[in-house]
């Protein structure tokens, strides 16, 4: 029954492990953006609106696993919202389907700036095994400016946590900044 | 004269495993007239090639598998769908990709093309370019008082693939709902014209990412089949273990998220804890979480890794140990149950004369399953069995997801420590032939034809059984709430990707 389950848990501990860690090159180059830009800091919690541009479902099936007691992702303050309206980050997969294309700019345009966008999986980086096919215009770039992008057919759910992390540092205030406020 | 014997009186063509029964027009309008009145076969697949359209039968019964085609002749063909309504989605289909118009059809909407295209009809020997503007997609429509519409999609609100759903609602309760799929067409098919099967076979890797495997292994064995070679012993067996693994993995996903759109969090989060546990184990034994690219032509590209069968044993343990208490649960739960129970029915009627294999049929009274009947590969050797239901709701589909967790297990725990020895791969000589294979996903049975001339693939097609499963999935949902449409939707789980081709 649950409540086996749950004393399980409690004897157990949980069953999340820790989070990987961010990667300081990608996080300075994105904190340096948010700067140039002198855009509002988006905060240490991130919303993020995931969008498939065609893919074939491999990448969603890993994202989902994201939100599994293994990574669970809203402990790092991530989380996925319903509309891109009240999103902080685009994550994309798939190559941009020429069916997508108007969708995935919408979405891209309804978010509020400052935004991230981050492609995931080969196909978003360029087309992946569909380059050259007539019925895409290629990866997440050739609709949308990308911040990030996540390598593998799929990526695993901790290479892609890898690079949420990231956004996260990337949005930490420098420690002076955090002093004064 | 009855539809099976028309068939057999008309020219065989050289495919194999079964020969493609080729029928001039009026043959093959007298068989469609024969269809209608003899339900004992099913349409399992439908497509075409510039020059002909295609169709394959099964015969649950004895396991006949039966192939036919006819020759379009200026741009027209006697659509199947007034004798088989599942073939409606095919036939718009074979309209939006190579130009064949179903004379008879019940539907002549695109399906696949938006008017987005730079070039129509993208397979035809010669396309045209698209000049004009994509127009408003057109619904069928719902007549009555106080009807709204609600438009969903193609961005969703949670993470899954793109479609647009048009639900017709009266208050809370669903009176129509329409499903227009391709938005994630990314011109598969063509991209695998001119390659050798070798290359092809990571397109068919990515039709649909959850049924890598399956696709992959039908893929493979019609591209064996077309070539006359079998694969290795080894190979057989390991593609069992990869299929088995698939479909566990994917039941325990599908459950926790089913039981999660009840708002039921405790199951999903040891559901797919366990399915973590496997994609681990399997990332061990075969390199990789999904086991894309395991499946090639003529065999299997990796083999079993050192401690590989040890890690898929440990996990099948850990979730045997916790099964009890899971399966408790889920029967204890009035407020899950109150959900499940008598939502998203789907009838026996729609159910036979839909054919929708898999989990679907086996939760409204349909037996079928290509690994018992007409069975291939490994299957042959061993026996599978499965449970029946016939509520067709959405607990009787979960539950029949559940037992083919135990069964899958069950076969892994007797493959793996009989792993034929010997050699992964036979060689694939660049000989020209037809071949048809089939493979038993996770969600039904898959169907693949490649045709290949001097070790070319010169046409081919890749049927997921969800062509024949998102119709039904429109009806379940009638009669229903909105709220539960994603209760319906998940217990379904059809594949977006794996028909927008």
Not at chain 1, 36 to 50: C, E, F, N, S, V
Not at chain 2, 68 to 87: M, W
Not at chain 2, 96 to 112: E, I, Q
Not at chain 2, 311 to 326: H, Y
Request: hydrophobic content about 45%; some cysteine; glycine content about 8%.
């Amino acid at each position: 029954m649950a409540w086996r389950t749950m004393w399980r848990a409690l004897r157990d501990g949980p069953a999340t492990e820790p989070a990987p860690a961010a990667d300081p090159l990608l996080a300075e180059s994105l904190a340096a953006r948010l700067h140039a830009a002198a855009q509002r800091r988006l905060g240490r919690g991130l919303a993020i609106r995931q969008v498939d541009s065609g893919s074939c479902n491999g990448c969603e099936l890993e994202i989902n696993m994201l939100g599994s007691i293994v990574y669970d992702l809203e402990r790092l303050g991530l989380r996925f919202v319903a509309s891109p309206r009240h999103a902080d980050v685009l994550l994309v997969t798939g190559p941009v389907t020429r069916n997508m294309q108007d969708a995935l700019l919408r979405t891209w345009v309804a978010t509020p700036d400052p935004k991230f966008v981050v492609a995931v999986g080969d196909c978003a980086i360029d087309g992946g095994v569909f380059k050259g096919s007539s019925a895409i215009i290629g990866g997440i770039d050739a609709a949308v400016p990308v911040d990030a992008f996540v390598r593998g057919c799929p990526p695993t759910p901790s290479a892609i946590l890898e690079v949420l992390c990231t956004l996260i540092e990337a949005n930490t205030p420098p420690p002076e900044r955090q002093r004064r406020m | 004269m009855n539809a099976r014997t028309l068939l057999l009186t008309a020219t065989a063509e050289p495919c194999a495993p079964v020969p493609r029964r080729h029928l001039d027009g009026a043959q093959w309008a007298a068989f469609a007239a024969a269809l209608a009145q003899d339900p004992s076969l099913e349409l399992r697949a439908m497509w075409a090639d510039p020059l002909s359209v295609y169709a394959v039968f099964l015969v649950p019964e004895d396991g006949t598998v039966m192939f036919a085609s006819v020759p379009v002749e200026l741009g027209l063909y006697q659509g199947l769908s007034p004798a088989r309504p599942s073939a409606v989605l095919y036939e718009r289909m074979i309209h939006d990709l190579w130009g064949h118009t179903a004379a008879n059809g019940l539907d002549g909407r695109p399906f696949l093309d938006h008017g987005n295209w730079t070039a129509t009809p993208p397979l035809a020997t010669r396309p045209l370019p698209n000049l004009t503007a994509p127009e408003p997609k057109e619904f069928l429509p719902a007549e009555g008082e106080g009807l709204h519409r609600i438009p969903v999609g193609p961005v969703h609100a949670g993470t899954i693939e793109p479609g647009h759903f048009r639900f017709t609602a009266q208050g809370e309760i669903v009176v129509r709902l329409e499903v227009r799929l391709g938005y994630a067409h990314k011109g598969t098919l063509g991209l695998m014209l001119g390659k050798s099967p070798r290359v092809a076979a990571r397109f068919a890797a990515r039709l649909s990412g959850d049924s890598t495997v399956g696709h992959a292994i039908a893929f493979a064995r019609a591209a064996e089949a077309a070539a006359r070679v079998l694969p290795p012993a080894r190979a057989e067996a390991l593609r069992c273990v990869f299929a088995e693994i698939e479909r566990i993995a994917n039941h325990l996903g599908d459950i926790g998220a089913i039981t999660n759109d009840a708002a039921f969090a405790l199951m999903q989060a040891r559901f797919v804890w366990h399915r973590e546990q496997l994609l681990r184990a399997t990332e061990t034994a075969f390199g990789h979480r999904l086991m894309m690219d395991a499946v090639v032509p003529g065999g299997v590209s990796v083999d079993l890794a050192a401690g590989g069968e040890a890690a898929i044993t440990q996990v099948l343990d850990t979730l045997a140990a916790e099964w009890d208490t899971l399966l408790a649960t889920y029967d204890n739960s009035a407020s899950l149950a109150d959900r499940m129970v008598t939502t998203g029915t789907l009838s026996h009627a729609l159910a036979a004369s839909f054919a929708p294999g898999g989990f679907i049929g086996r939760a409204s009274g349909q037996e079928a399953d290509l690994r018992r009947v007409p069975g291939y590969g490994h299957y042959r050797d061993i026996d599978v069995q499965m449970l029946v239901l016939t509520a067709g709701d959405v607990d009787a589909r979960v539950r029949i997801r559940m037992a083919e967790v135990v069964e899958s297990a069950r076969l892994l725990r007797h493959v793996l420590p009989r792993l034929p020895e010997g050699a992964l791969i036979e060689r694939l000589d660049a000989i020209s032939g037809e071949g048809l294979g089939w493979a038993e996903g996770f969600r039904g049975d898959i169907w693949h034809w490649v045709r290949v001339e001097g070790g070319q693939i010169t046409a081919a097609f890749m049927a997921d059984p969800s062509w024949r499963q998102w119709p039904l999935l429109e009806v379940a949902v009638e009669g229903n709430i909105v709220a539960d449409f994603p209760l319906c939707n998940k217990s379904f789980n059809c594949s977006y990707s794996g028909v927008d081709l």
